[in-house]
């Protein structure tokens, strides 16, 4: 267990389907991240949060979409994904965004798009 | 910009003997380094991490590694190999600003009796 929680934790949906990714942590820190995990591929850094605030947006396409209501809290809206967007994404926090803090991750959401 | 490179996609060991996963770095800056392990259906989990202290750093499950600037490497090591240890290990490097982790491509590790 490491303090960040991903559901669900595995995810199929159509192409033309709405869904959402939540991730929620509790070890009071105050910087978050999705990444994308796609088979043979280096982790893909997606979105950065500090203090609620977007701070990466890694050319991220506009059908991932999201949201960090609170420092704990962070969640990926997905609307009319495409078949290669079938990966396991993984949300990670972090004290801060400096760059010597541990990224905690949590266990991921296994996506797949049909 | 920084960048991992991890040779060998897949190694295989013997239990009992010597662990050897290798990782070479590229940075504009001097980075921080990390080592963290994936297993099946689970998340990342940190070994260890170097942040410009001692470069000979040691980690969880008995896992090592050493910062060699002139090299640019952050080997992983282990003296023995147990069944358990059977996972995915990635490298990562951080450096510039703004935390963002740059992985390998992943090194799975085989442990065979």
């Known amino acids: 267990e490491t303090g960040v929680t991903q559901t669900p934790r595995h995810l199929v949906m159509g192409m033309t389907n709405k869904k959402s990714l939540k991730c929620e942590q509790h070890?009071?820190?105050?910087?978050m991240y999705w990444y994308k995990q796609s088979a043979k591929k280096p982790l893909e850094l997606m979105f950065v949060y500090n203090f609620k605030e977007q701070t990466e947006n890694n050319s991220v396409p506009s059908r991932f979409s999201p949201e960090c209501p609170n420092s704990s809290h962070l969640f990926l809206h997905l609307h009319t994904l495409q078949p290669e967007d079938s990966a396991l994404y993984l949300c990670?926090?972090?004290?801060?965004?400096?760059?010597?803090?541990?990224?905690?991750f949590g266990a991921g959401t296994r996506l797949s798009v049909l | 910009a920084q960048s991992v490179t991890q040779l060998g996609s897949h190694v295989s060991v013997s239990e009992g003997a010597l662990v050897l996963l290798r990782c070479n770095y590229s940075?504009?800056?001097?980075?921080?380094l990390f080592w963290y392990v994936q297993y099946p259906n689970q998340g990342l989990q940190l070994l260890l991490k170097y942040t410009s202290a001692a470069t000979l750093v040691k980690g969880i499950n008995g896992f090592e590694a050493e910062f060699k600037k002139s090299e640019t490497s952050f080997h992983l090591t282990k003296p023995s190999a147990h069944m358990s240890d059977a996972a995915e290990y990635f490298c990562?490097?951080?450096?510039?600003?703004?935390?963002?982790?740059?992985f390998g491509t992943g090194t799975q590790l085989k442990v065979e009796l």
């Open positions: 070890l009071g820190h105050n910087a």
């Open positions: 990562a490097v951080s450096a510039g600003g703004g935390n963002k982790l740059t």
């Open positions: 940075s504009s800056v001097p980075p921080y």
């Open positions: 990670a926090s972090s004290q801060d965004h400096q760059n010597k803090n541990i990224q905690y």
